[in-house]
């Protein structure tokens, strides 16, 4: 039995395009801190996790989810 074909994900195109896809609630805040705090730790990640710019980390999370969250809305 051979596998199925899959095609590249770059070609597969979206069942609908995405100005027709319904709205996405706002997050609630629980899950906002949370996807700020995961966003945050990947910056510092990506840093090496060098102390002193948590607050940075944070911050830029924050607008980064923020602006994201109502881009959705």
Do not use: S
């Not at 770059?10 to 949370?34: D, N």
């Not at 940075?56 to 994201?68: F, M, P, Q």
């Amino acid at each position: 039995m051979t596998p199925p074909i899959v095609e590249h994900p770059e070609k597969i195109q979206p069942a609908l395009p995405v100005h027709a896809l319904p709205p996405v609630a706002a997050p609630g805040e629980a899950q906002r801190q949370a996807m700020i705090a995961e966003a945050a730790y990947y910056r510092a990640q990506k840093r090496g996790f060098v102390a002193g710019e948590e607050l940075a980390d944070w911050l830029e999370a924050e607008k980064e989810i923020d602006a994201l969250t109502r881009a959705a809305v």
